[in-house]
Each structure stands twice: as C-alpha cells, then as structure tokens.
C-alpha cells in the first residue's frame, strides 16, 4: 500500500509569489489533514477534510491560504500571495476514520522558503 | 488556550532507558498520542493511549494519566537510530494538538 505522498518535496518561492502544494492520501482513506511546522515548533493544524468536506478549518491563518480536495481524493492548498511568515514545512496526513479513533499517516512534508 | 510541553531537548547514550514527559492543556481530550520524526522525514506514529496506565510496544512504551494531564513516552535499550524528534499529540475530537517536539540525541 503507497503511503502519503506530496509534491513537491522543496519550493522557494519570493515573497508575493503563488504556490500551490499537493497531498494524495493513502487510498480508501476519507480523511485528510494539513499541517505547519516553522522551524523549532509545534506541528500545528491548519484544516480537515473528510472526503471532499471541510470538517475542521479552524486552523488556518487567514485568506491567503486555500485549501481544496475536488472529488475527495487529493488535496491542493495554495498560498497566494505568500509573506515571509508563511515559510515551513507544510506536512499531509491521512486516516481511514475520525482523528479521535484512527491513526494519521504523515506524509514526508513540502519545505517552503519564501524569501 | 490548549498547549502541550513537553522537554525541547534530551541526550542519553546508547543502551541506557530515557523518558519523555508531555503535559497538556486542551478543551477536548480523547487520546495521547506520540510520534517519531528523523530528519527530513515523515512523522510516523508510535503510540496512543485513551486510558490511564502504561502501554508497551518493544522498547517502546507510553504512559498516561488523564487526572494529571500527563503522559510519557520511555525509550529503553537505546539505539543510535533512535535520534529523532519525537512529538506528543492529543487527540480532541476531530482535531489533533501537537507538541513542539522533543528532540533526542543518541550517543555511543
């Protein structure tokens, strides 16, 4: 069974610029999450799909962040217009059922520079 | 607001045991769970414990106490490969709250 996997794996972007990271799941699994982790801290939540649904988009900062999952198979989450801030690694996770009763699958994350 | 500490930081040497505590402030708490990332790697999952006590995986073994908001994670019989950052989680409802992770050197 292939595992998480998400593309790509390094972008370095300049500030303003658009980038958009992809996240394909493992097969079968409904739900979808992306995270954030800026250097040294915690990986932090930013939404949850469950299939092509928004369960759960309390994490993410603000607007310029856009997250889709048409068809509930991959994911897309944009950035657009990126700020410096916005530099991370941006990690995927799948699991067959809720986050309470089933085990996340990480995927090996997109490291984003914005400079 | 919901936080989780744990240590940013422990060294031990090859073969000895090393526990990794994780305290917890979260509104909504099904699980602790912990995992372990190398460097450049994927977050893998090692643990979860829903009830207090201690659970065992191989060398690994996880402990939780929910009327202390506490739980830790116990490396026994250390290896090299071992060196990584490891992340307590707790699972509330739908969402998962990580720690900043606690990275581990592993010497010979």
């Known amino acids: 069974e292939a595992g998480v996997t998400q593309f790509p794996s390094h972008s370095v972007i300049e500030k303003g610029q658009t980038v958009t990271l992809r996240c394909d799941p493992i097969s079968g699994h409904d739900n979808l999450y992306w995270y954030r982790r800026v250097m040294g801290k915690e990986i932090k939540f930013l939404l949850h799909f469950v299939k092509e649904s928004k369960q759960d988009e309390s994490g993410m900062p603000n607007n310029r962040f856009l997250a889709e999952r048409t068809g509930g198979t991959y994911s897309t989450l944009k950035v657009q217009p990126a700020e410096l801030e916005d530099s991370g690694v941006y990690f995927c996770?799948?699991?067959?059922?809720?986050?309470?009763?089933?085990?996340?699958?990480f995927g090996p994350g997109t490291r984003l520079t914005v400079l | 607001g919901q936080s989780l500490e744990q240590p940013s930081e422990v060294t031990a040497v090859e073969g000895a045991i090393v526990q990794i505590n994780c305290t917890y402030q979260t509104s909504g708490f099904y699980g602790l769970s912990w995992y372990q990332q190398h460097d450049g790697g994927a977050p893998t999952f090692l643990s979860y414990?829903?009830?207090?006590g201690l659970e065992e995986t191989g060398r690994f073994s996880s402990f939780l106490s929910r009327s202390d908001s506490y739980g830790y994670l116990l490396l026994q019989e250390l290896q090299m490969k071992d060196s990584a950052s490891y992340f307590c989680a707790v699972i509330g409802g739908f969402k998962t709250i990580f720690g900043a992770g606690t990275r581990l050197f592993v010497k010979a």
């Open positions: 996770a799948s699991s067959r059922a809720g986050a309470s009763t089933d085990t996340q699958y």
């Open positions: 414990n829903a009830l207090d």
